[in-house]
């Protein structure tokens, strides 16, 4: 079988084509993600630490991925890029999707009360809080 050929370009001019502008704003929004995220005070651990593990594992996952194409490793790795190009953006699509279903059900708890059996009314996210989920949600 004759090595796959690469079709997308090397160096600056990968950021020229469409996949290259993907994962740049994936860097671009990934890290908008974990700064929106780290800037609550986390009322669930649990689906907003799934939330950060997606977005710092994307973002530096994306940063590989550019640098293979910025500094040519990809001529020089027999691998089918295209493909691999489909699959990485096909997979960070798969989980930053989900990331976004578990931040925006935590956005949705913004009325609950954080503690059921008490009279006081403190909410789970507080008003800024709730600003800053629903956009990281987005």
């Known amino acids: ?6 079709t997308l370009p090397s160096g ?3 950021l020229r084509t469409f ?8 860097i671009l929004f990934g890290t908008i993600v974990w700064i929106l995220v780290a800037s609550t005070q986390i009322p669930l651990p649990l689906l907003q630490g799934w939330v950060m593990f997606v977005a710092v594992t994307a973002w530096f996952l994306s940063i590989v991925f550019l640098s293979v194409f910025l500094f040519g490793y990809a001529n020089r790795i027999a691998l089918n890029w295209n493909q691999a190009d489909f699959i990485f953006h096909g997979a960070t699509f798969v989980f930053y999707f989900g990331a976004f279903l578990l931040q925006a059900a935590t ?11 008490s009279t006081t009314q403190d909410r789970i996210l507080s008003g800024r809080e709730y600003n800053i989920s629903i956009a990281a949600s987005v």
Do not use: D, M
Request: hydrophobic residues 45%; proline residues 14%; positive net charge.
């Open 1 to 6: 079988f004759p090595p796959p050929r690469v």
């Open 12 to 14: 600056l001019e990968i």
């Open 19 to 26: 996949s290259g502008a993907v994962i740049f704003l994936e």
């Open 107 to 117: 956005t949705s708890l913004h009325y609950f009360p954080r503690k059921f059996n």
